[in-house]
């Protein structure tokens, strides 16, 4: 049975399998199961660490604060990944990934195989372990997208400040 809503918000936010979004905002920590949508280009996900199942498919942006963490089982699409100073990715296999941007130092990336990455948005170091036939079409910098990031990266440390 597959579940659809806008927006969801909260300290924990754990869904199940077959869920549609558009925005989920966690302050601590997101679940979501195999087979979970974002069909908004507008929309996105934010966590300081986001666990996902098999099968995921986010046209949006996942933006990830300094510390913060994503783990995806495999078979993932993230059109932009956006991620603060000493984040952790770690990807299973046949994740495509169109934009990484990298707004920080010491960054780990480890990716399983056949896994690609089509723009590496980044002034800092960071730390990437592939698996085979890992790709990455392009090293470039686009100055929209950097400046978006920062734009959200913003938002979110003030909304996450109202909390407190």
Known sequence: MESSVDQIAGNQVDLGLDVTCSVVVAKDHLIADSRFNCEDEEGGL???????????????????PDGGSLYLKENGTIDCLIVGAGTTIIAGDRLELRTLIILGPNVKITLGEDCSIDAIESNHNFQL????????????????DYNLAVEISDLIDRALDLDS
């Open 46 to 64: 934010t966590a300081k660490q986001i666990t996902l199942g098999w099968g995921v498919n986010v046209e949006g942006k996942i933006v990830l």
């Open 129 to 144: 372990q592939t698996g085979r036939s890992f790709s990455n079409n392009d090293r470039t910098r686009l100055q929209e």
